[in-house]
Nanobody, 122 residues
């Protein structure tokens, strides 16, 4: 069993930065792939970034967002720079044991956090 808790969201002006954290419980955290998704109002949940043996990013955030993980702290981070109003969404972290070919599909993840709101003003 893995429990995930996101933090670090907030209100920021366009061009600003935020760092999201996803803290996990459970001794087997290092065995899980961790992904960040986001969901804007009226839109479907979308893939943002994935941390497994490698890291992957959605094209919309590539070059601006960086995912990292500290297994000793059971925490995954999402550093978000050069934020845009279109980045406004609730950001969720998710954990699962899966391969990169299905990483964009939310149904493959076993555990989810409650989400943290990110609002970028123009």
């Amino acid at each position: 069993q893995v429990q995930l808790v996101e933090s670090g969201g907030g209100l920021v002006q366009a061009g600003g930065s935020l760092r999201l954290s996803c803290a996990a419980s459970g001794r087997t955290f290092s065995r899980y792939n961790i992904c960040w998704f986001r969901q804007a109002p009226g839109k479907e949940r979308e893939f943002v970034s994935w941390s497994g043996g490698s890291t992957y990013y959605a094209d919309s955030v590539k070059g601006r967002f960086t995912i990292s993980r500290d297994n000793a702290k059971n925490t995954v981070y999402l550093q978000m720079n050069s934020l845009k109003p279109e980045d406004t969404a609730v950001y969720y972290c998710a954990a699962g044991k899966l391969t990169p070919n299905v990483m964009r599909q939310a149904s493959w993840y076993d555990y989810w956090g409650q989400g943290t709101q990110v609002t970028v003003s123009s």
